[in-house]
């Protein structure tokens, strides 16, 4: 058995119709801004939504055999981040070979990574990204119910809303069907090793670029909270909006094996989507604030010589390879991606995080990157690149 399983927070009006927040965008002067005689109003640079659907269902449940199903997943959210995991009603523990993960975005894993557990491996999914699960019902008792459940912070990492009872609860799967036959399938310890084209260990460039989070002065949002306004965010990269001309780095050689430094300076974590390419996480860490500063402006083209740390923490401190901590490759970000999660700078300013990714520039054409985050990238963290011979 093969399923798709898409994940989404939504809100919802008594009728029944979606809702999406919005406020009243205004003018430097204070007024609502006016165009072509209508107010305008504005979307919040995030949104979460109170309840969890899948496939476009509140909070559904499946009902299963006792045998292996895999399923497609995609966090198809506009802000939100999950981190799931089975809880078996009536309390139990989840075997580790009940749920692994095979693959994500781009393909296989090279080696299968058990997500089965709360206490130390989740399966963290920031919007836009993908994974290819399989779980088995048969390691559980006939009539079992497994609710897929989520702990992630909302805003990931540092937000202060952690998952409530309703955002805290995905789906259930019932274990009640009769067995249709004979389950004969394996769990795949070793989906598929990465095959790397020629030249991928010399790539020809470096490109740098800064996410970044500044206001804007000229245009600002009424907040009901505190019953004032505020600049409205505006999120760049290397101080550029969406429709600003291309930077240098910008443009690729057809064919060409790059890497790009994404920075991020924030305190929010960025899943970094770029069309075209499927591309290997290299890296991931931090940059300490002084070099970060010493080489950067809001408008800069490049930055170089700045201190890369990888496998090292918001503070410093050295992280294990492959662990839970977000400022290093995680096992399940192995295979071929098309987003990554962009670790965070520290809240205290001392260091910014940082992800090194390699792809090929094969196809010629102009495509897009942007920030998964569908609110971010709708407040211009999304930046086009040109493929040329
Ligand atoms: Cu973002």
Redesign the pocket.
Known sequence: MRLPLVIQDRSFNKDGSLHYSAVPLLDATGEQAVVNGKPVFTSYPEFFGNTITVNGKVWPYLDVEPRKYRFRLLNGSDSRFYNMWLELAGGGSIPANAVGLIGNEGGLLPTMVSVARSDDSGLLLSPGERADLIIDFSKFAAGAILTVRNDAATPYPNGDDVASNTTGRIMQFRINKPLSGTDTSQMPMNPKAAVRPAGWDTPSRTATFD?QETDEFDRFVYSPETGTALPRLM?RVNGRSFADPLDPQEFHSLDAIEDWILINSTV?M??MHIHLVHFEVLEKGTISADDYAAATALSMPTVSGIGLQPNVDELGRPVTPGSENPYTVHASELGWKETVRVPPGSDTGLRVGYVKVRAKFDRVGTYMWH?H?LA?EEHE?MRPFTVAP
Request: hydrophobic share 45%; net charge negative; proline share 11%.
């Open positions: 996410l999120l929010d960025h899943p920030c985050i971010h963290m």
